[in-house]
T-cell receptor
Framework: KAGVTQTPRYLIKTRGQQVTLSCSPI?????VSWYQQTPGQGLQFLFE???????NKGNFPGRFSGRQFSNSRSEMNVSTLELGDSALYLC?????????????FGSGTQLSVL | GQQLNQSPQSMFIQEGEDVSMNCTSS?????WLWYKQEPGEGPVLLIA?????ELTSNGRLTAQFGITRKDSFLNISASIPSDVGIYFC????????????FGTGTSLTVIP
């Protein structure tokens, strides 16, 4: 069974630009969560999508948004990039059948904002 | 958000030694997960715990869900060089769906 696939692996952008990251969950999984990982703040929850609906949202500004498609693939968008948005963005999938299920992570997208 | 205090922050041990790390909080959690992350990769799930007092093993790894539901520990026995990495705990606060909170990580270095 293929794992969680995130693309691209690396991105370099400049301040003010916008970026879209993609995540394909494990086959059969319907929940996709996004996390931001930085050396200073660790892993921070961004949001979770289930059946194309945002089910939970963390404390990030509105510049961070996401969506989920009918095949459970998810995209995350960051608009008006700031230097502080440089981070590893991780996607995690789970079956979504109940709270507290195991999260399986992709390898992440390393975003650098210059 | 909820705070998970993970300790120690880093460990340098000799191959063959046992390792112990833990996560504590002032809040009660429903689920504890333990992950290992290697450079350039995403976290890999090691052990999942769902009930207070639960003790679960995965090979040389053993983890426990604290009785008070506010803490968890991970032990690694007879460490080997490939155990090197950063270990994270993650916990689920009640009624937050699938929103996990993560510890700050324990960096493990194993000296051959």
């Amino acid at each position: 069974k293929a794992g969680v696939t995130q693309t691209p692996r690396y991105l370099i952008k400049t301040r003010g630009q916008q970026v879209t990251l993609s995540c394909s969950p494990i086959s059969g999984h319907r929940s996709v969560s996004w996390y931001q990982q930085t050396p200073g703040q660790g892993l921070q929850f961004l949001f979770e999508y289930f059946s194309e609906t945002q089910r939970n949202k963390g404390n990030f500004p509105g510049r961070f948004s996401g969506r989920q498609f009918s095949n459970s693939r998810s995209e995350m968008n960051v608009s008006t990039l700031e230097l502080g948005d440089s981070a590893l963005y991780l996607c995690a999938s789970s079956s979504g059948r109940g709270p507290g299920e195991k999260l399986f992570f992709g390898s992440g997208t390393q975003l650098s904002v210059l | 958000g909820q705070q998970l205090n993970q300790s120690p922050q880093s460990m340098f041990i000799q191959e063959g030694e046992d390792v112990s790390m833990n996560c504590t909080s002032s809040s009660i959690f429903n689920t504890w997960l333990w992950y290992k992350q290697e450079p350039g990769e995403g976290p890999v799930l090691l052990i999942a715990l769902y009930k207070a007092g639960e003790l679960t093993s995965n090979g040389r790894l053993t983890a426990q869900f604290g009785i008070t539901r506010k803490d968890s520990f991970l032990n690694i026995s007879a460490s080997i060089p490939s155990d090197v990495g950063i270990y994270f705990c993650a916990a689920l606060y009640p009624n937050t769906g699938n929103q996990f909170y993560f510890g700050t990580g324990t960096s493990l270095t194993v000296i051959p």
